[in-house]
């Protein structure tokens, strides 16, 4: 019974017994205007053809014979009708019936095949509907169970290429966040590999005596410990930022209070690279909407970036430049540089374009990522540039205009006169918060 009520309840169900409603519904109204309409106009017709025929008395066709010529007698016309011959009320009333009854027979015959041609074409008309339909819920639940790669074809009627194409658009997805997530989980193991394995050869070393306690040997745990425990942090800052959830207070903010602490935080390190950091803006430029800390965290982290893929003596250049509703600011290295390919993929979360460079220097390969989701918080947008391998990179993002007034302890300032060169200790450091963001690799 159940099953029977769940079939009644498909899509195919429905469209068959809206077509054998339409069909009854038909059938009925013609039935019943044939039986209220038929014998009136049965009943005229049969006057009118009585009226031009030859008289039928109650006694036609009795004493009749056979003249000498073979020919019927005339029948005797009733008294007092004149030419005209009237029907005997026995003989109409059978008339009426048979002819009803011919009406009703020929109505039940036509209906009946009417019927079971409406109902094969039904069947076939609610399959074609219904099948796309079940074929994209047969590949729901394959895509369900882990058949990523399932697609259907995109066919039939409007509405159904519009499903179809959409159920193949989101499997693609799903195949694709499958695809990062196995990444994922293989480069965290590989992440955590190193660092564990050793730890895991020190203290084993330690235990045996093989390694003789030292501060060296007690730095280098406490370089492995860090490093897991930078990775545990990414990771967690991460999954945060891809599920909004990283707090970003959005305030008018000058762009030079973005520029100025996120060079001061990498200077120490260039100069110690032989690398130089020229900052570059306009004399004045307008307010944008951003989160102070959370911007120069993105820039920090774009320069770093910088620092590790260009090869000394060469510098590295921050512009700064005003848009119709937004500033733009941009790193540019003369490092290594990114092939075409790389491209589209260096925002995703652990790729890198040379792994074992990255990892060396202790880079996990998720700065990009959390750059960029902290960029869109903050209503703006990010994006990569490359001429090729060889020619260096330029990493940018934009932030929108504000619409406000400054913040308070903000202000609206143009760069120092001094900002245009090389920075490696030439700037006066400005107040820091007493826990800056520091950034992430």
Avoid at 25 to 50: D, H, Q, S
Wanted: no cysteine.
């Amino acid at each position: 019974m159940n099953a029977l009520r769940r079939a009644f309840r498909g899509l195919h169900a429905r469209l068959l017994l809206a077509h054998l409603l339409v069909i009854a519904v038909g059938l009925t109204t013609l039935y019943l205007a044939a039986t209220v309409a038929a014998p009136r106009i049965f009943e005229r017709n049969m006057i009118a053809n009585a009226r031009r025929g030859p008289a039928l008395g109650p006694n036609a066709g009795a004493g009749s014979g056979s003249g000498a010529g073979g020919q019927l007698a005339r029948p005797q016309q009733p008294p007092g009708m004149g030419p005209l011959g009237v029907m005997s009320a026995e003989l109409e009333r059978r008339v009426t019936e048979s002819y009803l009854a011919s009406i009703a027979d020929s109505l039940l015959v036509a209906g009946s095949a009417a019927l079971a041609t409406a109902v094969v074409v039904s069947v076939f008309v609610s399959r074609g509907i219904a099948r796309p339909i079940h074929r994209l819920a047969g590949a729901s639940h394959r895509l369900a169970d882990g058949h990523y790669d399932e697609r259907v074809p995109v066919e039939g009627a409007t509405e159904t290429r519009q499903l179809a194409a959409s159920f193949n658009a989101m499997a693609t997805a799903v195949e694709d966040a499958e695809r990062r997530r196995q990444e994922l989980i293989g480069d965290v193991a590989h992440e955590m590999r190193t660092p564990i394995a050793t730890l895991e050869g020190y203290l084993e070393g330690l235990l045996d005596g093989v390694i003789a306690p030292s501060d060296r040997v007690w730095a280098k745990l406490h370089d492995e410990a860090g490093r897991l425990r930078r990775l545990v942090e990414d990771l967690h800052e991460l999954s945060r930022a891809e599920a909004h959830q990283l707090p970003v207070v959005v305030r008018p903010t000058a762009p030079a209070e973005i520029v100025r602490p996120a060079v001061e935080r990498v200077e120490g390190d260039a100069a110690a690279l032989g690398l130089t950091v020229t900052v570059e803006t306009p004399p004045s430029l307008p307010l944008v909407s951003a989160d102070r800390e959370r911007a120069i965290q993105v820039l920090t982290n774009l320069l770093t970036n910088a620092l590790r893929y260009t090869p000394p003596p060469r510098q590295i250049v921050v512009r700064v430049a005003a848009e119709p509703d937004a500033v733009r600011f941009t790193v540019t290295d003369s490092g290594i540089g990114i092939a075409p390919e790389h491209l589209p993929r260096v925002f995703e979360r652990f790729y890198r374009v040379d792994k074992s460079r990255s990892r060396a220097m202790g880079g996990a390969g998720v700065g990009l990522t959390i750059a960029r989701a902290l960029v869109e918080m903050m209503g703006g947008r990010m994006m990569a540039e490359s001429e090729g391998e060889g020619q260096g990179a330029t990493f940018a993002f934009v932030l929108p205009l504000s619409d406000g007034p400054p913040a308070s302890g903000s202000h609206q300032a143009g760069p120092a006169p001094d900002e245009a060169a090389p920075t490696s200790g030439q700037d006066t450091p400005e107040p820091r918060p007493t826990k800056p963001l520091a950034p992430v690799s």
